[in-house]
């Protein structure tokens, strides 16, 4: 008896190491991407007016709205500039996941990241296919 009680704790302690990330629901990543589609717009033409003194295009963007990043919650946001060009990249808030990656200039998001358990929190987008989005 006491063996099986034994293995049991055992099998339930490696169960519980192996818990997966939380899935994210589509209505939720849904939101997220709205947001995130709203602020890249703003970074977007932070960057048509000049590069702000600070350098940091988001701060600038959500001085103009804050909304544009109490939208997005306790998540970390990414930034880089190809060629004139904003990309974001949202993870998750502890920043090992990617969730959402887009190019500031396009309509919708580029790369749903969230659907993949394993993306990391890493820009994915090759620059031709930012330069090209942005003609």
């Known amino acids: ?36 589609l709203r602020l890249g717009k703003t970074v977007q033409g932070v ?13 600038v963007a959500c001085g103009i709205d804050p909304s544009l990043c109490t ?3 306790d998540n970390t946001l990414r930034t880089r500039v190809v060629d004139g ?7 998750t808030p502890d920043g090992k996941r990617a969730l959402v990656e887009n190019i500031a200039c396009t309509a919708t998001p580029d790369h749903k990241a969230w659907t993949d ?11 031709q296919r930012i330069r090209a989005a942005c003609r």
């Open 47 to 59: 960057l048509l007016i000049g590069t702000p003194q600070d350098g940091d295009l988001v701060a």
């Open 1 to 36: 008896m006491r063996h099986l009680l034994v293995l049991t704790l055992a099998v339930l302690l490696l169960h519980a190491c192996s818990i997966k990330p939380k899935p994210y629901k589509p209505e939720e990543m849904n939101r997220l991407e709205i947001a995130m």
């Open 71 to 73: 939208a997005l919650g």
């Open 85 to 91: 060009n904003a990309v974001l990249l949202l993870c």
């Open 117 to 127: 358990s394993n993306a990391a929190c890493e820009f994915t987008l090759p620059d």
